[in-house]
């Protein structure tokens, strides 16, 4: 019985583990940017148009809007704010402190391009797009 | 004025290389009328004011913003807007050069606006509030910026963003527009020597921000000095809660004249609440100055109503009803008054 029983919390365990790792969504950066661990507070500060305190080496954000429903949790899981109050706070910082509109892109190759293009940005995707990216790499599990 | 636009310039043009360039604007249509009443004054700085006519001037403005960033921590930061409420003469809202010593530390020298309220950096981007405008029983102020110096720091304490303001300036205002409504001669104001600080905490549903400034103030009505070197000082509070879907804002100021009794308190309570891409939302709002030695008065308070709908990214529409009682006696603010306007505001 107890063999039974962990024979059947393996199983479990395997068929679980891949829809974790589709369900992972991280922080990526390209290749050689130097960027180690970011906190998500200050992720949140980068995404919200201030400059990294954690690291020199971040450059500028991304949201990556390919897939909205992932947009969607990051302002939920990092952000802590619904998508009209994000576009409002940003707004309100662009009019207050002049600072720049943060890029948006819509399709994951485009994304690739500019990460790689401009070492020092960051942006989030779904774990198993990375391995559809070159040049990319992991900074942080996000969630 | 046009000394700080030479030095910024001047900054400007002696800087080698301009590595980036970015425009943004903004832009708001409004249209609307009184129902009851005779006059509404909307926009207190610019004297936007509607009447029983359908109108789109008063608060109708376009804005373009201008930054130029040499590196990444050196930019030039340039806003000029046009409003109906001004027949559309261009002006210049911001001409500052800023500099990052650290990611939390910045400097900024130049033209500003000048921080008194929560909403007075973005008081005219209309997409940035649900109001069709901030209530103008609270942002009452005849001088909007400043030329002059300010320190910013904005650093994470803990689960809280926090930001603390340091500025010190001067502004004058020929024929300032408000005070000649209200004193219905040519006012020349300037203040100077103002010190100011703003301070603000924010975390996931609180947000605080606590200002206070103070400096000197000359004014002439038709050439005449009123008031010379007089101390004045202006202190704010704002407390906003952002529970679920639910918005609360609030914003209570005080401003005084040293040496005479000059004195005002000024307040704005307001809920909002979030349905999809609607939000509507309903305002109370209150200034109070009482009978001072100047012979002056001015009493009013008002109740809105709103909705804003996020029709798409960047646009937003808006229709809200202005409810105003005015029971100053000396220096009355154009009567009671029932107002509907309807609005657009975009930023591109």
């Not at chain 2, 008081?123 to 942002?139: C, E, K, L, N, Q």
């Not at chain 2, 937003?316 to 006696?329: H, L, P, R, T």
Request: net charge negative; hydrophobic share 45%.
């Amino acid at each position: 019985m107890l063999t039974l029983a962990a024979v059947v919390a393996v199983l479990m365990i395997t068929a679980i583990r891949p829809c974790l790792a589709e369900n992972k969504v991280v922080l990526i950066a390209a290749k050689g940017s130097g960027i180690e661990m970011l906190s998500n507070r200050d992720i949140r500060r980068v995404f919200l148009g201030l400059k990294s305190a954690d690291s020199e080496l971040v450059n500028k954000p991304v949201l990556n809007l390919y897939n909205r429903k992932i947009y969607q949790e990051f302002l939920k899981n990092v952000m802590h704010m619904t998508e009209g109050a994000y576009k409002r706070k940003l707004v309100k910082r662009i009019f207050r402190h002049g600072s720049e509109e943060i890029k948006e892109v819509d399709m994951l190759d485009d994304l690739n391009a500019h990460l790689t293009r401009n070492i020092g940005d960051i942006s989030f995707v779904e774990y198993n797009a990375v391995e559809k990216m070159q040049d990319i790499e992991v900074v942080k599990v996000l969630w | 004025m046009l000394a700080t636009v030479v030095v910024v310039i001047v900054l400007w043009m002696c800087t080698p290389v301009v590595a980036e360039v970015k425009l943004n604007g903004f832009a708001s249509v409004v249209v609307g009328k009184v129902t009851e009443g005779d006059e509404f004054l909307a926009d207190f700085p610019k004297t936007g004011i509607y009447d029983t006519r359908l109108s789109i001037d008063p608060d109708s403005s376009l804005g373009l913003q201008l930054s130029s960033y040499f590196t990444t921590d050196f930019s030039l930061i340039a806003q000029a807007s046009v409003h109906g409420a001004e027949d559309y003469d261009p002006r210049i809202d911001w001409l500052y050069l800023n500099y990052y010593f650290s990611p939390e530390l910045s400097l900024q020298l130049g033209r500003k606006a000048l921080p008194l309220y929560y909403y007075s950096d973005y008081f005219d981007v209309g997409y940035a509030y649900y109001w069709i405008r901030p209530p103008p029983d609270v942002y009452t102020w005849q001088i909007t910026n400043y030329n002059g110096i300010s320190l910013l720091y904005e650093a994470a304490l803990g689960q809280w963003d926090t930001s603390l303001n340091l500025y010190f300036g001067s502004e004058e205002s020929e024929d300032n527009e408000l005070l000649g409504l209200l004193f219905g001669a040519s006012v020349d104001e300037t203040w100077k020597n103002m010190i100011g600080i703003v301070g603000t905490m924010a975390n996931n549903w609180l947000e605080l921000r606590l200002t206070h400034m103070q400096g000197l103030i000359d004014r002439k009505i038709s050439g005449v000095s009123v008031l010379n070197d007089i101390e004045q000082q202006f202190l704010g509070l704002s407390v906003n809660l952002t529970i679920d879907r639910l918005l609360i804002l609030s914003e209570f100021n005080s401003y005084r004249q040293s040496g005479n009794d000059v004195e005002y308190h000024a307040f704005l309570l307001s809920a909002g609440y979030q349905i999809g891409d609607l939000t509507p939302h309903i305002t109370r709002s209150g200034f109070r100055q009482d009978v001072n030695v100047l012979g002056n008065d001015e009493k009013h308070h008002t109740t809105s109503v709103g909705l804003r709908w996020d029709v798409v990214d960047n646009l937003a529409v808006k229709i809200q009803y202005d409810n105003v009682v005015d029971e100053g006696v000396v220096v009355p603010i154009l009567g009671d008054s029932k107002s509907i306007t309807l609005g657009m505001d975009v930023v591109f």
